[in-house]
């Protein structure tokens, strides 16, 4: 027959209750957050008695007169029962007493304690103590097994201990609780109990099932579960005969189960779905009394132990037709019709099914009957647990039919035949998807919590019996001032940023969803807007970027506002949200891409970059995490790289270089001290390199007061054998590289940059190459120094050359030069591509009439194109000073010294060479030409289209060429751009000689000079008189005065075209007098008297110069005799004077 659920009635005031029975069985004592412990006659007893105890009641327990209870002045006090009167300190702790128990025999008293102690104590005499140490978190509970030999207690460390009491030491332990930091923060109260009266078994509340073990083996033998449980099981007590065990869980269901057959015989639901934190079994096993959070309390009545039908009835009925009251009542616990077997509750308990059971349908359907009316009808399916598996008789839907089918007893048969009959899945088993949450924040059940806590700032939760509000902080109270607000809507969702605070909370049956925007940095004066979510569906996460709003919801649509409230796109998503995250114009979305198994989740991720050309970067790839683990923080670095951090601590950062890749780069579990710790991120930074977080002892995450202090972890590629010296090298080379992919991400979207950290990153990058490189010469290992190498740049290739030649490693130094030599033809190739663009500069400026098409052309050139000319300048640019010097010397062999006050056909000289980069009379600077100090040489920022517009060459004079060149010497570094040597003979010739003689070439004068512009010009093939022609043409009046009056220009209209501007230039232009005019037309064409004298004197100075070198080329030519590589190679090495 079924039990009786009386109804709750008031106990005690809001907050956790315990309860148990006096031993005969005549009084129920319950306790509470109040500080009194109530003795009720029964439920119904409207004037229980009352005895103060303390502030708050914890814990209590009663046996032979003695009322012991825990109490929140961390003492565990004695009271005479029924009496009430104090009896004394039984012991003390540092902290709360959490649970107490007696023994069997009433002599002893266990406690356990958030001081991560548990003690035993002598009733008689307090003084006799044993005190068991080991847990590392506070302890939940404790329990004497029934024989006073063990004792089993669990803690918020996630173990379970069975103690030996006499030794005080530890027989074993299983980690199998879900760890908390503290009591009020734990899943579980995990209230666990050995089986009278032997003590053979100990169950165990974990997650939604209760494990039971063996004692003395200590095995786990099997597991009792319902699928109607679907929280966590708080407390399980056993019924006095040993036959039975009830559960009650956080969701409020009370399950009581057949250990034997593993069936579950009743299940009842608390009347409000209350938390239930008490349970207590009647001596005589009729009654179980309960109480739950909210401080009510509860009874089961009717409960017949005695009714299930044991193993041998089962197996010898007398009479097949023949029903005993017993067996009535036991079939009242089905309601299936005809020849179903099996009611839900068996079905849904997992568990194999050992009993016959006769079906009756005559009795009255009891609260679990579908409204429909239709039989139930599910076979069960064997536990997993082979320990379980033992033999008992099993229901077979084949052995019954017919009419007769609802009387058929199945007689005993093996489970190993049972298995065979019916089969058994055997494979991978789902595993439940994650919740949606937000970044940054704190579980939503916690009355004080974190709702965001981001870069900007934190947004604090409060829901307790005083207030329901919201805090919101900023890190830089130049952003906004702290604001407090009501949170009368129940916002459960937050994210902030340096523009607004949104919030969102989820519907209830009269309200809709609702998204709150607290935009705080709107100029006007309405700084708040609101929208209502469509009936049924529920916001899940919601995040902020730049002028943009985004939530997504359960309908599995994510909707895009502007952060001024105007409804912009909504796309779908192909499954459940996880969690979102904004930065700038990126949003990154984590989702459920399908059902993972054995403990995995199957995620998926999107990342779309919004804006004027919005498009999805990553198109839905599953998001890698650690095995069996979930992820609890997605997000972006400062920087703008989304990243991403599993339950197991590894964080992961999207390598952009390598396929939009994620890369792990810390493991916080390497840093945390105990078990139980963990860190909770709060930010990511790539330059500095640092992962700022929370450390947080015994938890996941921290409490919201006091305010907790942030700490930083650096991070660290998991490469192999770090602790070497190559690992280290090769780890702290690659993590660069990595979190430098940054700088090429923000300047191809317009940000700024820090050149002076992407410089040294550069450097530092350089410097690891060369010494992982010297390692690998002294280990001999010449093959892996040419693949180091191949990753360094040409500069730093000819210090490895030098390296190398100086080792004596000759096979090496001619492998390292053919690589040089091949950079150097990869970067020649680069730029004469190049060259085309630059020239159509040139001849857009030649023809008035198509003046500025090659402005516009250049403008048209793609974002990636000016992105990777940026990237080449910079590395060519930004060197160590040593790589400069040398760069510049092995430059100076190379550029043949030409005339730089040249013009036109009418000197006799030697056409000049072709530049790269040509130099337009519209801001484009000659790298070839020395510009007079009189003259502007600055192009407009408005007109560099090009990379190479802003640099300006180094320029280095003969002797015989004046000092005009030192003016220049600390203006940045252009490397010549002229055609690289085809043969490799004169490539390693040019190389070696330009760093083994570079200073003494200047010392000896005139005769190197010659020598190395005869090797500069042997390489450099020559270009025509036209073009020639071309460089030197002079400046028109106009285009010198547009250079130096643009930026007005721009200044008075920024949003002019090109076209716009010259004409806004023409008109201004000729708006000045006639005066003006020509003095720009002379300084134009450069008709100054002092500057035209000094051409004559340094034209005069080149043409007896050419002429020297021309009489030094022929006596070379002579005397040149052809040597092999290898000994120039050992002349280099080995030259000393």
Known sequence: MPCERKPMRYGHSEGHTDVCFDQQGKCILTCGSDGDVRIWESLDDDDPKSIN???????????????VTAVSNNTVQIHTFPDGDPDGILTRFTSNANHVTFNQSGTRVAAGSSDF????????DSSQQKTLRGHEAPVLSVNFDPKEEFLASSSCDGSVVVWNIEEQAQVTSWNILQKSSDVTNAKSLCRLAWQPPSGKLLAVPVETSVHLYE??????????????????????????????LAAGTIGG?????????????????HEKGYTVCGMAWHPSGGQIVYTDTEGCLGLLDGLSTASAPSAAAAAAPTNKNLKTKETKDYDDLFDEDGDQFLDEEASESRSPVKKSAVADDDDDDDDLMPATGRPRHRSSFLDDDDNSQDAGSVNLDKFGGGDDASSAIVPLVPVAAAAALRPVYDGPMPTPPQRPFQPGSTPAHLTHRFMMWNSVGIVRGYNDEQDNAIDVEFHDTAVHHAMHLTNSLGHTMADMSQEAVLLACESTDELAS???????????????????LPKGEDARALCLGQGWVAVATSALLVRLFSVGGVQREVFSLPGPVVCMSGHGQQLLIAYHRGTGFDGDQALGVQLLQLGRRSRQVIHGEPLPISRKSYLVWLGFSAEGTP????????????????????????????????????????????????????????????????RPAVAILPFSLPLCQTTTEKGQMEEQYWRSVLFQNHYGFLALNGYETNEHSQSQAQKEQQELLMKMFALSCKLEREFRCVELAELMTQSVVTLAIR????????????RLSELALEKANQEQAQQEEEEPDYASHNAGYRHSGDEWRGERHSHSRTPQQNRHEEEEEDEEEEEAPEEQMEAEEAAESQKPRLNPFKKGPASPEKASPKPVSTASKEGRVNPFKVSCPGKPSASPAGRAANVLDTMTMSNRKPSASGTTGSKQSKSPVLKPLVPRPKSKTQATLLQMSSRAGGKKAE??????????????????????????????????????????????ILADDPHLEETAIIKEAMGRFRTLSADERLSWTERAKGEVGEVKKRKREEEENVREEGEERAEQQEVSAKKKKPLDTSAKLSAFAFNKD
């Not at 269901?253 to 639901?269: A, G, M, N, P």
Request: glycine share 6%; with cysteine.
């Open 117 to 124: 102690l548990v003690k035993v104590v002598e009733v008689a």
């Open 514 to 532: 609702k998204l709150q925007c607290l935009h705080f940095s709107s100029w006007d004066t309405s700084k708040e807007w609101m929208v209502d």
């Open 803 to 814: 390296y190398a030649s100086r080792s004596r490693r000759m096979a090496l130094a001619q």
């Open 253 to 269: 269901y009370l399950t009581v189960w057949d250990v034997e057959t593993k069936l579950c015989l009743e299940r009842q639901k």
């Open 643 to 706: 990243c991403s951090i599993d339950s197991e601590g590894v964080v992961r950062l999207l390598n952009r270089s390598l396929g939009n890749t994620w890369t792990p780069v810390c493991n916080t579990r390497d840093h945390c001290k105990g078990k139980s710790d963990h860190y909770w991120v709060v930010g990511i930074h790539e330059n500095p390199q640092q992962l700022r977080c929370i450390p947080c002892k015994g938890s996941r995450f921290p409490p919201t007061l006091p």
């Open 215 to 244: 004692r003395n083996t200590w095995s786990h033998v099997s597991s009792l579960s319902d699928d109607f449980i679907t929280q966590a099981i708080n407390v399980v007590v056993w019924s006095p005969c040993g036959r039975f």
């Open 53 to 67: 105890v303390g502030e708050k009641a914890y814990s209590l327990t009663l046996k032979n007169g003695k009322l």
């Open 1003 to 1048: 010392e000896k004068g005139k005769e190197p000079s010659a020598e190395r512009l005869k090797q500069a010009e042997d390489a450099t093939p020559p270009a025509s008189a036209g073009d020639n022609q071309e460089n030197c043409r002079p400046k028109t009046g106009f285009q010198l005065w547009l250079e130096e009056n643009r930026k007005s």
